[in-house]
């Protein structure tokens, strides 16, 4: 169906650009079905979509094999169970789900669901069984956990081996932790005897069927709405990865994550298949401060001071937040699987209340070849459009750089890394204070042509030396501000290759306000309904923002982008708009040229360059021995390989930072805000990225034309 009516979006007056990921429900088991409420929703929704997303799309048999494939790896992301016979039954209707969803039938839905139903209650008798006896160590065997590539089992005997296999590999990472410790009690006290090779196996198939025993606990005590919307959200990805349907409880912690205050960790999570994964640390937080936790990494336990730990692989987003917050001072250990490098390693945090206020703009100064200069830590383009009155991210930055400014700052670095966006309306405002009027982004519904977003005040408030410094997590509206600064060549962009990529807007929708005669509560839509485009026609969709000068990361070489994700929407440009580019600097060539030479040159430049293309190697080693000894080799050698990148993030600048004075005077009086700055200028000495943009800042010099700007 196509068509060209345009939503009225005055329902929530608020456009997000936000880095998104897709709500992937976990196993659950049926409870409360409501057939008419599911009805209602595929009603509802495929309405709301063929109408509205920006994107025209066609129910057909494309969409279709999408829907039917996203459905079953979203129950079955394993292979755990489901067998090759089972998606023979199911291909009966691969390409029928476009013209159900006009029908509004269910049938693939509940065959599909049905089955797995099925298996999930057999699946007790499968791990039980298969560890109530010892593994063969011996045994000359891989297991490869790229599921994506992996085959459905052929038969109900090979499924059975795919749980053998899964087992014995938790068995064996167990049985290596437990070797571990046993050493380092003999290392405590040579008088302790280890435990034998039997004994810590057979404790370690105990603790692997304590954590199935658990986990299949909490897979009954779930419902069936959390698996239909793994049939939604399977339905409306089809449009675009950032299009999702959130449950009213999965919009409570949405919710939380845009703003508000945190008690706990200080960390946004998000679900990974099974996983619970962080998905951003908050500035300032307890597990920013402590230094271990990044983003990507998964939580697989959860222990409350010295309880015992809780396994949570399977548990609900909302249920695993409950385990991890607590009580200011109290301590959570989290057991973590890095992203990095697929380590396994317990964390200790003490929680703590992370006030909205260090999710806020905050600057640092420092001096460097006496002169003055300043770094603006903007951590997302926040604003709270129900109180127009109430900070936000825009009238923050005016109010810092007007402060910098009384101090005698004369250049300012600009912090987007990590930023994954905000609001549309604060990026345009933001690029505003470093430039005249002028335009600064263009937005696009589908079939129409492109709107210029403007900055319309004259005034500059910012006339001097601007450095942007961003990674490939700066996303949105990190990216239209980048893109403008760039396009006006009022700034140089400085860091990874290129930023996220991702060129699109969502609205939030409430399910309801289309089917106001339904009374139970249908949940939200996130729905793409605009593309964004550079003042100098092109996307930032896929490509992002290129850096004027590209540093090494551990980043460089790994897949995480909008590129990446399926069904991302295509990279395309529109007519350039109507602008003059400021040409602030009078050597910006010869400066990034100097740049380029110093990382190339710099060792720890090109040790983090070898670290990168190491993690990129290993990113796609999915395949591990089951032999006992080959496991213990392979994980030695490893160990071995990463200790060569154990000081490649060791850095020391001699420069010092310190916070300006209107902080200073609030940190006499605020203990807790004193710390955080300590913290955090502590971590600025140490960045090598803060150090080149300090560089690059320093050589800077303005064009007479700039220099004489007053505002």
């Not at 008798?125 to 065997?141: A, C, M, Q, R, V």
């Not at 983003?295 to 249920?319: C, S, T, W, Y």
């Not at 250990?333 to 697929?342: E, F, P, Q």
């Not at 930023?499 to 289309?514: D, E, H, S």
Request: net charge neutral; proline share 2%; charged share 30%.
């Amino acid at each position: 169906m196509k068509s060209n009516f345009k939503l009225s979006f005055t329902l929530l007056a608020f456009l997000f650009l936000i880095k998104s990921s897709g709500i992937i429900a976990n196993e659950k088991v049926a409870k409360n079905e409501d057939p008419e409420k599911d009805k209602v929703l595929i009603f509802v929704l495929k309405n709301i979509l063929t109408r509205g997303h920006y994107v025209v799309k066609d129910l057909n048999d494309s969409f279709s094999e999408h829907v039917f494939k996203t459905f079953i790896d979203g129950l079955d992301p394993s292979k755990r169970y489901f067998t090759q016979d089972d998606i023979k039954e199911f291909s009966r209707y691969k390409y029928q789900i476009d013209n159900q969803l006009l029908k509004d039938d269910l049938s693939f839905y509940n065959l599909v669901y049905n089955c797995f139903l099925e298996r999930v209650k057999k699946a007790k008798s499968y791990y039980g069984g298969i560890l109530d006896k010892p593994f063969d160590y011996t045994k000359e065997e891989t297991i490869d956990l790229d599921y994506e590539k992996l085959p459905f089992a052929k038969n109900y005997n090979e499924l059975i081996d795919y749980w053998r296999k899964q087992l014995k590999l938790q068995t064996l990472d167990k049985i290596q932790e437990l070797t571990a410790l046993e050493k380092d009690k003999l290392k405590k006290d040579k008088n302790y005897t280890v435990k034998s090779f039997e004994t810590l196996e057979k404790e370690s198939r105990a603790e692997v069927l304590k954590s199935m025993d658990e986990l299949y606990l909490r897979i009954e005590e779930l419902e069936h709405e959390d698996w239909f919307s793994t049939y939604l959200n399977a339905i409306v990805s089809g449009f675009d990865p950032h299009t999702t349907y959130m449950q009213p409880n999965v919009k409570e912690v949405f919710d939380q994550n845009i703003s508000g205050k945190l008690e706990g960790i200080g960390a946004r999570l998000q679900k990974k298949g099974i996983y619970t994964q962080i998905f951003e640390l908050v500035s300032g937080g307890p597990a920013w401060k402590q230094g271990d936790l990044e983003e990507g990494d998964i939580i697989l336990k959860v222990a409350q001071g010295n309880k015992e730990p809780l396994d949570i692989v399977g548990m609900r987003l909302d249920d695993a937040i409950k385990f991890i917050k607590g009580p200011k001072g109290t301590e959570v250990r989290l057991t973590v699987k890095k992203k990095i490098d697929g380590t396994i390693q317990e964390i200790s945090i003490i929680r703590d209340v992370v006030e909205l206020g260090e999710t806020f703009v905050k600057s640092s100064i420092v001096m460097k070849n006496n002169k003055k200069y300043a770094i603006i830590d903007l951590p997302s383009f926040y604003i709270d459009f129900s109180d127009e009155n109430y900070r936000d991210s825009a009238k923050d930055m005016e109010k810092e750089i007007e402060r910098l400014k009384s101090e005698g700052v004369e250049g300012l670095i600009i912090d987007l890394r990590n930023n994954g966006g905000g609001s549309l309306k604060t990026a345009i405002e933001i690029s505003g204070l470093f430039i005249d009027e002028g335009p600064i982004v263009q937005v696009k519904y589908r079939g129409e042509n492109p709107v210029v977003k403007r900055d319309t005040d004259p005034k500059t408030q910012w006339d001097k030396a601007v450095v942007v410094l961003v990674n490939e997590f700066s996303a949105s509206a990190s990216e239209i501000f980048a893109a403008a600064m760039q396009d006006y060549k009022r700034a140089v962009i400085l860091g990874g290759n290129q930023t996220y990529g991702k060129g699109t807007v969502q609205n939030i929708l409430p399910i309801n306000q289309f089917y106001p005669k339904y009374e139970k509560d249908l949940g939200f839509l996130k729905m793409t309904i605009q593309k964004f485009y550079r003042i100098n026609g092109g996307s930032t969709q896929k490509e992002g923002v290129y850096s004027d000068i590209a540093m090494p990361t551990r980043l460089s070489y790994l897949k995480n982008g909008e590129r990446d994700l399926e069904g991302a929407l295509s990279w395309d440009k529109v007519v350039q708009a109507d602008y003059k580019q400021a040409n602030s600097y009078s050597n910006f060539a010869d400066v990034v040229y100097n740049s380029k030479q110093r990382i190339a040159s710099n060792e720890k430049f090109i040790k983090i360059n070898e670290y990168a293309k190491w993690l990129k190697e290993n990113q796609d080693n999915a395949s591990f021995s089951l032999n006992y000894e080959k496991f213990v080799k392979e994980n030695e050698a490893k160990e071995k390989e990463a200790k060569k990148f154990t000081s490649v993030f060791e850095f020391k600048s001699d420069v010092t930072f310190t916070s300006p004075k209107y902080e200073v005077a609030l940190m006499k009086e605020n203990k807790d805000l004193e710390s955080k700055r300590v913290a955090w200028h502590k971590n600025l000495t140490k960045d090598i990225y803060i150090s080149e943009a300090l560089n690059v800042l320093s050589e800077l010099k303005l064009s007479k034309k700039t220099a004489i700007v007053k505002n």
